[in-house]
């Protein structure tokens, strides 16, 4: 009787550790993000009922977690920033990419699958973008229309919005008029903004040197040297500080103090953001904030310059999972036609090539009220961020962190830039010859 | 709350004493100030809409939205706060009987008898207590995941609470075990019995303010744990308190780091969570000095 | 000697019947104890060392073993786990000795005869079931620099330099400290059950020989409460290094401002979970860091044997 009660125990256990091993081989799993769900369900059905099989989906799981600990999907999401750590745990697609009708690398954007694309060989496929953009608010442009003419030289005709060929003079114009503040005893009081100042991430900063044709790290020195020292990088940091410390003739942005409070694109008293993040689109919506979309403005006399970032997420095969045939066939509907039409009702344009198209092919009521031409337009001056691995880690540590300093006045602050610029080389040079050796 | 009877000894009752007392009412008071100004600010954040709630930080509000804020909250259909209850009771009940069994025996154990080495183990034991969690839960989910218990009746969240690993708690017993007196214990083995029966009938009984201290502690701790959850639960039924808040945190949050949180709705969930928990110490709190009027028999 | 009188008679044990009994008693007593050791900590312990002599990364699938080279990396190289380390051990004795005096402060407070104690008592427990990012939004509203209460009452008073409290790196950490000890509660309950195991008679009997006070304080309640004490100083020492959730909101997740409130819990987690996810390192550094708590520790063990009085009754 004891011996029975074991073994079936034993059984039991067994069963449920095998369970989970092996599942019904027509079920693929995919792990997304919490507000995916219910966006997709459709999109599911319609798949089970072309090839069989089925989607199970968890929502808000984190992958690194479930890589971790050997329960991974059959379906990865990864991104074009993360993929170069994500490597190991992906499965190549080139073959299955060779034999396929529908997917190929030119499909896509190239500078996303060339990220996604390592020693010649593509890791994911790219859905959702993310390119740098000059985003306003409208209500706060209109209610200060006519010192904008003024400052700007407009006609009383001209729309007073940012123009696909603003330069930084315009966008320093523009937000000094949209700037407002109280001079009380204790200083002045600035209680609107022209733009948001970004400190947290290199999101702006990184872009103002990317456009006057300098960059983060040297070419040819395989991302592990420093360019910060070279003429592009400080002037680029000098505007970027004169815009939150300078005067009131030159400031128009909040410095590292004045960022703690309320200002924010978010809370409708900031005019502007350079930059900004296209996933952001979804709560300015929310906030019922009046907003639209422009190219970034460029340096004066660089109007073809390129720097802002260009990233999007991207899906990839489990090098773990059984089900490849099945996996790549959903890739090709999630990261094709289907999935990026479904994609875009919740604000997220897709990396096909012919994405720009497909948008204008559907009916007015779908449409969004933006400029979405613009994203097109930006995307192709849109530079990918480094492929380096640690980079965002040095960043955050290493250049953010000193960056700040010269972002404030008060104990602890620095005002030198290029003793700045020289302090941030000589640690990440050293980190990396720590890395890797000389 | 009944009023407690306050019976002053004579020597209370001087002019000296009493402007003491009136200092100590005064520190009271200003402390609870401090103490509840979070509180006040969860409230007021509950009473305003949505773009004051997440986009500025007053101390006074400027909107007011607290009904339309309830109804968003309890219309969301993911907000089973009754279940979510259920399920937390569900695990803090065995987390708390489990951990009150076992780290008072334990405890006992180290208090009471003297043997080479005593000290070196319960070093070993608190040495443990250094190192990150985090760290540890790693292999621990491995190992749940392989023997296919990750989701079965929570056995994960509390499983550790009936091996006495709670070092905390073992630590605390042992403090409070080493000053029962000893001719106590003395005399009852004299009368030959047994030390578990010692255990039960003497010391445990005379330690009520310690198991009540754990009590309340692991209330609050389970109740408040996102951390255990966040790894072990997936299925929504199976959510607990502490995820009645989250939902809420991450209602807009999309691939951008700068997500908007919708902090009126937090803090109606919020509000809502601590309703229960903040009974409970109301309740307890009272039988608490009730047990401590039983223990000036001692001594 | 009848039946009776001899089982009566207190039974004396050898040394070595006395030892047994002592080693047998104590593991009936804790062998769950020790085998939740075993499971919980020995083996998880075991394999996280191992990790840490690996260069594993989180999606790296399989790793090399390196030996000791992530230990000396970081105590040689890294200069971020030198200032996280620094910066916690600050974090931990300021913040600390803040918590245990106002914990006992309170707890005594509370401790005495006045009315509405229940209320009072209930009030200073909220601090503790709040979650940590409404206090986090509160005190980060306070002493918001430009905008927050307390610098407003400063300039009101006339303060010309106002603090920049959290925004700046050279007062982030002060900052933090203050903030941190607000959170007493656990200490708080710990010594008031202590505080009300001392019977009320002590201090009558002091009162009735003319004892101050200060005397009564120095001479009854800090001795008998001596075991309380060391306990939370240890809690308190361990907590504060191992604190995450307040420097996590004030440092949004990264030690901001400019690495200033970088405490180790916060440098692991960065390393372990942002790019490039370094698990194995990350195990290294924590296990560094154990072998420094666990030095404290030894440290405060050997301390206590000066003010620890035990079986005063």
Redesign the interface.
Known sequence: MFKVQNTLLLSVFALSALSGCNPASNVLQIALDVEDEGRYDELFTYFTEQTGYEIKATYGQDIGKLIGTKNEPDIIKTSTVLVSSMKNSLRDLTPLMADSEIVSSDKYIDSLIDVLTIDDHVYALPTSINTSLLYYNKTLFDSSASELREALGLGPDDSVYPRADWDYDDYQTAGVTLSKYNVTTQGTNYYQFGAETQLNWWGEWLVYINQMGGSFYEPDSNNHVCALTSQEAIAATTFFREKSMGDANAKFAPDAIELTSDASFMGGNVAMIFGGHMGDWYSYDALGIDWDIQVLPTPVGLPSARGGEISADAFGISVRSDNVEGAFAFLELWTGEEGALQMYKYGKVSALKNMETLIASLPEDEQKDISIEVVFDAMEKALTLPNERDFSKVMREMVMSEIYLLMYDGRGSKSDIVQVLTTIKSNVDAYYRGLYGE | MAKQAIHLKPYEKTKEAKTRRVFTYILLVLFSLVALLPLYYLIITAMKDLSEASTQATMFPHSFALFDNFRFVFAHPDYTVVRMFLNTMFIFVLKATGTILTCSLAGYGFAMFKFPGKKIIFFALLSTMMIPGELLGVPIYEFMVNTGLKEVAFIPLWIAAWFATDVFVIFLFKQFFETLPKPLIEAARMEGASELSIFFRIALPLNKPAIITVILLYFVGTYNDLYGPALYISDKSNWVMANSITIFENLYQSGSSSYLVPWNYVSVATLIAMMPVVLVFALLQKQFMQSVAGTGIKG | MSKIEG?MK?RKLSFRQN?HR??K??????A??I???F???F???I??FILSLTDK??????SQYVGFENYM?AIT?D??FTKSIQQSLIFAVCSGVFVLITSL??AM??N????M???????????????S???G??Y???L????G?INNIL?SLGMSD?P?W??????ALFTMILISS?GFG?KM??FL?AL??I????Y?VA??EGAS?WQQFIKITLPMIS??I??NV??IT?DG??SFSLAFVMG?G??????STLLF?IY???TA?????R?GY??AM?WL??LI??GL??VQ?AISKLYVK????
Not at chain 3, 166 to 171: D, G, L, V
Not at chain 3, 310 to 313: F, N, S
């Open positions: 089982a207190p030892f002592n080693y008693h104590f593991l009936m007593f804790s769950v104890g085998v939740g050791f499971l919980f900590y083996y998880p312990i394999r996280t990364t989180l999606y790296g699938g399989d990396y190289q200069a971020m402060v309170l407070l509370l005495s005869k006045v009315k104690l229940g209320t009072f008592r209930t009030i200073y427990f909220l601090p503790f079931i709040i979650p990012f409404a206090v939004a509160v980060k509203n306070l918001n620099p430009s905008t209460l300039g106002l920049l959290y925004a700046s790196p050279s007062s607000f656990v309950v710990v059950a009300q195991e019977p009320e008679e002590f009558e009162e009735l006070k075991p309380m060391f306990f240890i809690l361990i290094l191992r949004n990264s030690g901001w401002p400019s690495n819990p692991m987690f960065m979970f942002n790019m490039p996810f698990l990350a195990a924590a860091f154990f708590i666990l520790t030894l063990f035990k079986d005063l009754r």
